[in-house]
T-cell receptor, first 112, second 113 residues
């Protein structure tokens, strides 16, 4: 069974701090997606990483896909209150290419 | 224009009632999904349709019945509602396989009393 474990589960930091959240698995994924879900809304895709070792940047957010394609990380530089939300990683199921396997998420609160 | 819309946004009902949630997408996607997000924020796939054909049916009580009248609509009917059905239900759509971006609706907050 493919699982995606995210850590930490909860994170509360002050504005301006840096942080890293992790998405780990014992299984290889063909790609991993990162979504952000703001309170009261549905998840929105931030980025998809496809190639092992790939690094993608989205303004202050840096996403990395592990060389073995079993893990990914999201680093936020100088966090702002607008970064507050639930960060979810997801990857295609090996058994059903229409289905995403979802992590439990990291709930981030950035305090002004 | 809203890409994926759901109605109603809030639904409060008594145990034992039957209710429906509607979803529509105007993105031209061929795949639509229903997810349940519980109080711990875990996003659990329930059903998926591709061009009106059921392609994912997870372990969901048969009180839940999806219906896709066309590829732009996916509705969810729930019979004999139970307290444990209280959750946020999200509709989503995508084009093609799970490698593609999923676009989510705003969610329906169901509270069963």
């Amino acid at each position: 069974t493919q699982l995606l474990e995210q850590s930490p589960q909860f994170l509360s930091i002050q504005e301006g701090e840096n942080l890293t959240v992790y998405c780990n698995s014992s299984s290889v994924f063909s790609s991993l997606q990162w979504y952000r879900q703001e309170p009261g809304e549905g998840p929105v895709l931030l980025v998809t990483v496809v190639t092992g070792g790939e690094v993608k940047k989205l303004k202050r957010l840096t996403f990395q896909f592990g060389d073995a394609r079993k893990d990914s990380s999201l680093h936020i530089t100088a966090a702002q209150p607008g970064d507050t939300g639930l960060y979810l990683c997801a990857g295609p199921s090996a058994g059903n290419n229409r289905k995403l396997i979802w992590g439990l998420g990291t709930s981030l609160a950035v305090n002004p | 224009d809203t890409a994926v819309s759901q109605t109603p946004k809030y639904l409060v009902t008594q145990m034992g009632n039957d209710k429906s949630i509607k979803c529509e997408q105007n993105l031209g996607h061929d795949t639509m999904y229903w997810y349940k997000q519980d109080s711990k924020k875990f996003l659990k796939i329930m059903f998926s349709y591709n061009n009106k054909e059921l392609i994912i049916n997870e372990t969901v009580p048969n009180r839940f019945s999806p219906k896709s009248p066309d590829k732009a609509h996916l509705n969810l009917h729930i019979n004999s509602l139970e307290l444990g059905d209280s959750a946020v239900y999200f509709c989503a759509s995508s084009q093609g396989t799970a490698q593609e971006t999923q676009y989510f609706g705003p969610g329906t907050r169901l509270l069963v009393l």
